[in-house]
């Protein structure tokens, strides 16, 4: 979701990123393969078109994967009043989930 929702942007200006995606995507429409654990790479394996991502903005349903709670956990905690706040148990929490990462 995240990877076609960021193909689809860097598409709408001219930057090096946009450049470089063009290159893969041109090998990509030539040899029909993608450069392993590229942003493209992810995109097509998520089932995405990746011509359709450049020109339409990709759209999802609100529950379309089976999430294990640690989004829901996170957004909360970043969310939070006190998040900001070194030391807050917010915080320390969102550092504590996010360090295996």
């Given at each position: 979701?995240?990877?076609?929702r960021?193909y689809?942007?860097?598409f709408?200006c001219?930057?090096?990123a ?6 893969l995507?041109?090998?990509?429409v ?5 450069e392993?654990g590229?942003l493209?790479d992810r995109v097509?394996?998520?089932?995405h ?7 339409n903005k ?11 709670g640690?989004v829901?956990?996170l957004r909360?905690?970043?969310y939070?009043e006190?998040y900001?706040?070194p030391?807050s148990?917010?915080?320390i ?8 990462f």
């Open positions: 979701e995240n990877a076609a960021l689809h942007s860097i709408q001219d930057t090096p946009k450049e470089f995606q063009c290159l995507l041109s090998s990509y030539l040899t029909g393969k993608a392993i590229t493209l097509i394996k998520a089932g078109n990746p011509l359709n991502l450049i020109i990709p759209t999802f349903s609100r529950h379309t994967t089976n999430e294990d640690l829901d956990s909360q905690l970043l939070h006190n900001q706040k030391g148990q917010e915080h929490l969102a550092t504590l989930l996010t360090k295996s």
